[in-house]
T-cell receptor, first 111, second 113 residues
Framework: SQKIEQNSEALNIQEGKTATLTCNYT??????LQWYRQDPGRGPVFLLL?????KEKRKERLKVTFDTTLKQSLFHITASQPADSATYLC??????????FGKGTTLSVSS | DAEITQSPRHKITETGRQVTLACHQT?????MFWYRQDLGHGLRLIHY???????NKGEVSDGYSVSRSNTEDLPLTLESAASSQTSVYFC????????????FGPGTRLTVL
């Protein structure tokens, strides 16, 4: 079965820097990969979706890359702000069925 | 505005009792999902449905059941609650293809004593 690893449980950076979060998967390459944000006590909120034939996708200060050779997605937040502090989850499909989620990386941005 | 709601938000029950968690969405989405979230495990899929009368088992379905009698609701039932089922439960919905973005509810914190 597909396995997902988000390399860091926690990431601490200073305001204004770029945060880079990693999502690695095993086995087959998914057709698409999603990133979600989760704040304490709340449900996850969708941020971005990237398909296997897309190398990069951007949305405002967010950028996602998808490298099917490395079996890895990178999630970047540029010019990070304390308000970006949250847990970020990656999720991918299982051969066309429901998504599976990584355990998440908790980002803390200090001012 | 369309939304997805869960009730109750908090529940304390005893071992062996039957518990039902409600999930209601007004997005008119065909797809609905139940997850549990525990420290060290992340979000794990319990059951999901791609339409009325359709239900499927997820990664951690033992001890749980769902039924889908209409588009808006997917109640999750714990047949005989166990302490190992103490967790935060999230319901989600999505439209169209299974890979589309999911909209999550606020969660239900369940404690089984």
């Amino acid at each position: 079965s597909q396995k997902i690893e988000q390399n860091s449980e926690a990431l601490n950076i200073q305001e204004g820097k770029t945060a880079t979060l990693t999502c690695n998967y095993t086995n087959y390459s998914p057709a698409y990969l999603q990133w979600y944000r989760q704040d304490p006590g709340r449900g996850p909120v969708f941020l971005l979706l990237i398909r296997e034939n897309e190398k990069e996708k951007r949305k405002e200060r967010l950028k996602v890359t998808f490298d099917t050779t490395l079996k890895q997605s990178l999630f970047h937040i540029t010019a990070s702000q304390p308000a970006d502090s949250a847990t970020y989850l990656c999720a991918l499909d299982q051969a066309g069925t429901a998504l599976i989620f990584g355990k998440g990386t908790t980002l803390s941005v200090s001012s | 505005d369309a939304e997805i709601t869960q009730s109750p938000r908090h529940k304390i029950t005893e071992t062996g009792r039957q518990v039902t968690l409600a999930c209601h969405q007004t997005w008119n989405h065909n797809n609905m999902f139940w997850y549990r979230q525990d420290l060290g495990h992340g979000l794990r899929l319990i059951h999901y449905s791609y339409g009325v009368q359709d239900t499927n088992k997820g990664e951690v379905s033992d001890g749980y059941s769902v039924s889908r009698s209409n588009t808006e609701d997917l109640p999750l039932t714990l047949e005989s609650a166990a302490s190992s089922q103490t967790s935060v439960y999230f319901c989600a919905s999505s439209e169209g293809q299974e890979y589309n973005e999911q909209f999550f509810g606020p969660g239900t914190r369940l404690t089984v004593l």
